[in-house]
Nanobody, 127 residues
Framework: QVQLVESGGGLVQAGGSLRLSCAASGRTFSRYGMGWFRQAPGKEREFVATINWSGGLTNYADSAKGRFTISRDNAKNTVYLQINSLKPDDTAVYYC????????????????????WGQGTQVTVSS
């Protein structure tokens, strides 16, 4: 089992950048693929990006390509989401999630593809 805690959210002006972090508990972090999702007010939670256990494979939602970068540091049990050129439409609660190696897929866009979730971190982008 793994516990996830996100941080790094906040209020930022449009055009700014943020780096979200997700710290995982336990010694088996490298046995999980990780994903980032977001949920805007009144909308369903949606896939943003995913990364495999080693960091060698990544995939992004079309809306995230070019501005979002997912990465991980297995020595620190942490996965990151760098967001550049923030837009008001990026305003949402951002969640990280973990999928065991045998379950993770590079095309794993669905919420049910992940077994563990953090509590989320709020990102608010002002225009």
């Amino acid at each position: 089992q793994v516990q996830l805690v996100e941080s790094g959210g906040g209020l930022v002006q449009a055009g700014g950048s943020l780096r979200l972090s997700c710290a995982a508990s336990g010694r088996t972090f490298s046995r999980y693929g990780m994903g980032w999702f977001r949920q805007a007010p009144g909308k369903e939670r949606e896939f943003v990006a995913t990364i495999n256990w080693s960091g060698g494979l990544t995939n992004y939602a079309d809306s995230a390509k070019g501005r979002f970068t997912i990465s991980r540091d297995n020595a620190k049990n942490t996965v990151y989401l760098q967001i550049n050129s923030l837009k008001p439409d990026d305003t949402a609660v951002y969640y990280c999630a973990a999928a065991p190696i045998g379950k993770w897929r590079v095309a794993g866009f669905g919420l049910d593809e992940y077994d563990y979730w953090g509590q989320g971190t709020q990102v608010t982008v002002s225009s």
